[in-house]
């Protein structure tokens, strides 16, 4: 089946400090998305981005399509980053149907 | 943002016991998922619709079924819960981006 690794599994940083996140995914995405995860449970859409860059404030999400792996980059950290971001493609290539396989996620903490 | 809502927020359950997770959007998307997350798993589909009426087989489906009663209402049914459907169950919706209701914790003792 289709395979979505993210790395690092956790990352601690002092805040204002960069982080960069990694998804590699098994085959070709129809769709990508980046998921973040509050600490109480809340899920939220970040992006989706199935290919290109594309920025919201201080996030950057890029996606190489041909090379299976995307990126999310979040620059000056802020305490109220922590969480867990997770990565999730839509592998079918024929109906759109919105089915989704995620990675186990990267827990992020930083601190003050 | 898309409105997906889910209740109960929290149940505990005995072994056996009957349970129905419910799920309601506002937002008229064609498509709705059910959703488990366990630690060192992440989120794994259990069953999807794409409209009322229809009910789509996710990854891990067992022990799970599903109806969607209308465009707005998908609910997960547990016949028969067991201690492996402890969990943290999400909905959610999408007509392309997936919106995600609040979960809801499901103890089965």
């Known amino acids: 089946g289709q395979q979505v690794q993210q790395s690092p599994a956790s990352l601690v940083l002092q805040e204002g400090e960069n982080a960069e996140l990694q998804c590699n995914f098994s085959?070709?995405?129809?769709?990508l998305q980046w998921f973040y995860q509050h600490p109480g449970g809340r899920l939220v859409s970040l992006f989706y981005?199935?290919?290109g860059t594309k920025h919201t404030g201080r996030l950057t999400s890029t996606t190489v399509t041909n090379e299976r792996r995307s990126s999310l980059h979040i620059s000056s950290s802020q305490t109220t980053d922590s969480g867990t971001y997770f990565c999730?493609?839509?592998?079918?290539?024929?109906?759109?149907?919105?089915?989704?396989?995620f990675g186990h996620g990267t827990i992020l903490r930083v601190h003050p | 943002e898309a409105a997906v809502t889910q209740s109960p927020r929290n149940k505990v359950t005995v072994t056996g016991g009957n349970v129905t997770l419910s799920c309601r959007q506002t937002?008229?998307?064609?498509?709705m998922y059910w959703y488990r997350q366990d630690t060192g798993h992440g989120l794994r589909l259990i069953h999807y619709?794409?409209?009322?009426?229809?009910?789509q087989i996710g990854d891990v489906p067992d022990g799970y079924k599903a109806t969607r009663t209308t465009q707005e209402d998908f609910f997960l049914l547990l016949e028969l819960a067991s201690p492996s459907q402890t969990s943290l169950y999400f909905c959610?919706?999408?007509?392309?981006?997936?919106?995600f209701g609040p979960g809801t914790r499901l103890l089965v003792l």
């Open positions: 619709s794409y409209g009322a009426g229809n009910l």
């Open positions: 981005n199935p290919s």
């Open positions: 085959s070709t995405a129809t769709r």
């Open positions: 937002n008229s998307h064609n498509y």
């Open positions: 959610a919706s999408s007509a392309g981006t997936q919106y």
């Open positions: 999730a493609i839509d592998h079918n290539t024929g109906a759109n149907t919105g089915k989704l396989t």
